[in-house]
């Protein structure tokens, strides 16, 4: 193997070897805790514009399964791991780590000390990060200013596509993308929905228009606050239908109701998440892919309650809006590799669109 380098922002050097695709990459660098689940998390669009670096020490130990992909490709600009799976054991496997990567054109780093750069990214928070061949002497100025930037629009639909449910259609649902994962689909037409998947720009009339039971704000990359057509076109829509919204869609929810969001130090990443639910008291494992929050404590309690919090830093993990006929959650109910904990959260949605009350 070549080696090659990994320059953090703060000007801490690591030396590696290459592996995935060669050449040079810059991104935000974010840690992710998961122990299974890689696949799911290199295809994931939530990472669109970031370097990926995994904590767990061996990764690709079970392939590359095409069917497990949440969307088309991977959306990372830039892997870390320290070891990765030269010979996976799995049945289903159809590539390594690394043949992945290749066709990917992905970027990638092993070999390094995983556990050092992640208590960096704790202690300093998150910061940007360049893979290069070339030993960096100093830090480029273009790292200093690398930002994530219009990320939903690279990874929504450009059209809008019809997803038929699974047996009995019970529900129309209106999915809007702004880096949908295929589970989320999976697990509303698991539900018996019939799912209209619109592009992360699409008006809100010609959502009403389509007249649907309910609508679906889905997960995806970037700082939510950046959105602000998105958030003008969810306004529009607040009281109008049932609405749910996982992640990112949380977030924007949230900001077209009059809250605000802030960055978090180094975000959650990861299957083992903590919640709790504020009215049962019962704890939760969830999934999380996030570097955002939602301040709570900038909306009006009125319109919306505070349902569930993180244990670890007491961040805002849930809220409900019930004169709107809406909820929405931080965390990934639909988690695929992840804990099913949360599913019965879709229950709510059916329930809403049947007519029910939060």
């Known amino acids: 193997m070549n080696k090659v380098y990994i320059i953090l922002e703060n000007g801490r050097v690591f030396e590696g070897e290459s592996f995935g695709a ?11 805790t998961g122990v299974v689940g ?28 095409h069917d497990d992909y949440e969307s088309w490709k991977c959306h990372a600009r830039g892997v870390v791991v320290r070891n990765w799976c030269h010979d996976p054991s799995n049945f289903r496997c159809e590539q390594t780590m690394d043949e992945f990567l290749k066709a990917q054109g992905v970027v990638g780093i092993c070999g390094v000390d995983t556990r050092e750069i992640t208590q960096i990214i704790r202690e300093t928070g998150v910061m940007n990060a360049k893979i290069t061949p070339v030993k960096p002497e100093g830090v480029p100025d273009e790292l200093r200013t690398y930002k994530v930037k219009s990320v939903v629009a690279e990874t929504s639909t450009k059209s809008p596509y019809v997803v038929a449910a699974e047996g009995e259609e019970k529900h129309s649902v209106a999915l809007l993308d702004y880096g949908a994962k295929r589970n989320i689909i999976r697990e509303l037409t698991g539900w018996g929905c019939k799912v209209t998947v619109f592009p992360y720009n699409t008006p809100a009339e010609t959502i009403l228009a389509a007249n649907p039971d309910g609508i679906m704000l889905s997960n995806g990359a970037g700082d939510p606050s950046e ?10 829509l607040l009281g109008k239908k049932p609405i749910f919204g996982i992640c990112l869609g949380h977030q924007l929810l949230a900001l077209a109701a009059g809250g605000k969001t802030e960055k978090l130090r ?12 504020l009215k049962t008291g019962r704890v939760y494992i969830t999934s999380q892919n996030h570097g955002y929050a939602v301040v709570s404590e900038s909306l009006d309690k009125s319109v919306a309650q505070l349902s569930y919090v993180n244990i670890n830093d007491n961040t805002c993990e849930g809220l409900d809006y ?23 959260s879709f229950q709510r949605f059916m329930d809403l669109m049947d007519g029910g009350e939060l």
């Open 322 to 344: 019930p004169s709107l006929h809406a909820y929405s959650m931080q965390f990934h109910p639909e988690a695929h590799s992840g804990p099913r904990d949360m599913r019965f």
């Open 38 to 65: 890689y696949v799911e998390t290199l295809t994931d669009p939530s990472y669109a514009g970031q370097i990926i670096m995994h904590t767990f020490p061996e990764m690709g130990n079970y392939g590359i399964i």
């Open 22 to 32: 060669a050449g040079e990459t810059m991104g935000e660098l974010v840690f992710t």
């Open 266 to 277: 180094y975000g959650h990443r990861g299957g083992n998440q903590p919640v709790r639910d």
């Open 227 to 236: 959105n602000v057509g998105c958030i003008a076109e969810i306004k529009k």
